[in-house]
């Protein structure tokens, strides 16, 4: 199982990003997938998930802001990030839903102004 993140940067607020993150090792196309970000000194937290039919979940705190899609044939999960604010600073991750192992390498993402 691998997870390979990219498409973070430094950001000033009110922008926007597109992660990616390329996924192998299991079956892709069954997996809830979802989008996970750690800040300093803080626990890791998912911000959203895509499940095989495409049913969306979001935080609250990025509700609105964020869009979680997928490619199946490119076993590739994706996130548009808009309206970025200081907080969403965090190193962000994909991983499976319902177990989550294999942690990638991330990619930073900072907004600062």
């Known amino acids: 199982v691998q997870f390979v993140e990219s498409g973070g940067a430094l950001v000033t607020p009110g922008g926007s990003l597109r992660l990616s993150c390329a996924a192998s090792?299991?079956?892709?196309?069954?997996?809830?997938m979802g989008w996970y970000r750690q800040a300093p000194g803080k626990q890791r937290e998912i911000v959203a998930q895509?499940?095989?039919?495409?049913?969306?979940i979001y935080a609250d705190s990025v509700k609105g802001r964020f869009i979680i899609s997928r490619d199946n044939a490119k076993n590739e999960v994706y996130l548009q990030m808009n309206s970025l604010k200081p907080e969403d600073t965090a190193v962000y991750y994909c991983?499976?839903?319902?177990?989550?192992?294999?942690w990638g390498q991330g990619t930073q993402v900072t907004v600062s102004s």
């Open positions: 991983n499976r839903v319902i177990i989550q192992t294999d």
């Open positions: 090792g299991f079956i892709f196309i069954a997996t809830t």
């Open positions: 895509i499940d095989r039919t495409s049913h969306l």
